[in-house]
């Protein structure tokens, strides 16, 4: 196990590294799943991250933080989607700002949306700064989830919403081989560790939030977080991208899903 702090600089490193080559690939929404409104819509980053904000609670006027923003997508998407919102992003890697910056200036919403480079356990923003908090797919890279937790608390207006979307692995005891496929995941990802439910739930409860769902996200796709894995090629007709090369057998036989955690702050 090592420190918090070496977490975040393993984190950092990972996403100067390879945010280049993600955006190239998945686009400007850095998630493996995206949500859609029902069973036949078909997957869109950008109605994705609208989905998840409705479910998080997201109302317009709403000041949101998305900690563990990546380069901006589902931020500049929320605010699009609801033109009197603010959306502030933290992001632990500078390449990531950078880029986001520059993608939020070009998308001419610089007024609505920032993108801070910032350890999400130590927020630079004021007490209850914030109406609605959200954890996309970030929680994992946290080896403090309850200090991260409680950073949100302090955060978030009392009567707030904090929203967890994530790569969930099953709760209870899991096989040898499947316990093996899980900490292959996690390193390869440069996760802390893939969070349970009922972790993040306890967590969230010990931050002083109330619990109000807590399950599986339905009718969400992974069809384009896979195509970015494989690229044309003229003698094979697809060979292994990048991507590919690196992440491709990275959720083999994990038990995993897509889950969601929304909690509300204690009103005082």
Do not use: N
Request: glycine fraction near 10%.
């Amino acid at each position: 196990m090592i420190s918090a702090d070496a977490q975040i600089e393993r984190v950092r490193t990972f996403y100067d590294r390879w945010t280049p080559a993600f955006l190239a690939g998945y686009g400007t929404t850095l998630q493996a799943g995206f949500a859609k409104p029902d069973a036949d819509s078909p997957a869109d980053p950008d109605a994705s991250a609208v989905v998840l904000a409705s479910r998080a609670g997201v109302r317009d006027g709403d000041r949101i933080l998305d900690a563990g923003c990546g380069v901006g997508g589902p931020a500049m998407a929320i605010a699009a989607a609801h033109p009197r919102a603010s959306v502030h992003g933290v992001t632990v890697s500078g390449a990531q700002a950078d880029i986001g910056r520059r993608l939020i200036a070009e998308a001419d919403l610089a007024a609505r949306v920032t993108i801070t480079q910032a350890d999400f356990h130590e927020l630079p923003f004021a007490d209850a700064a914030f109406d609605v908090v959200l954890f996309l797919e970030s929680c994992g890279y946290s080896g403090a989830r309850d200090a991260l937790f409680a950073e949100a608390a302090r955060v978030v207006r009392p009567g707030g919403q904090v929203y967890v979307k994530d790569v969930f692995v099953r709760t209870g005891p899991l096989t040898e081989g499947e316990a093996g496929s899980m900490a292959a995941f996690d390193d390869l990802w440069q996760l802390a560790s893939s969070p349970t439910l009922s972790g993040v739930t306890e967590d969230l409860e010990a931050a002083g939030c109330a619990v109000v769902t807590a399950g599986a996200v339905p009718h969400v796709d992974s069809d384009r977080f896979v195509a970015a894995m494989v690229e044309p090629d003229p003698e094979t007709i697809f060979r292994l991208s990048e991507l590919g090369r690196t992440f491709a057998l990275s959720g083999a036989d994990c038990p995993t899903f897509f889950g969601e955690v929304r909690a509300r702050r204690a009103a005082e």
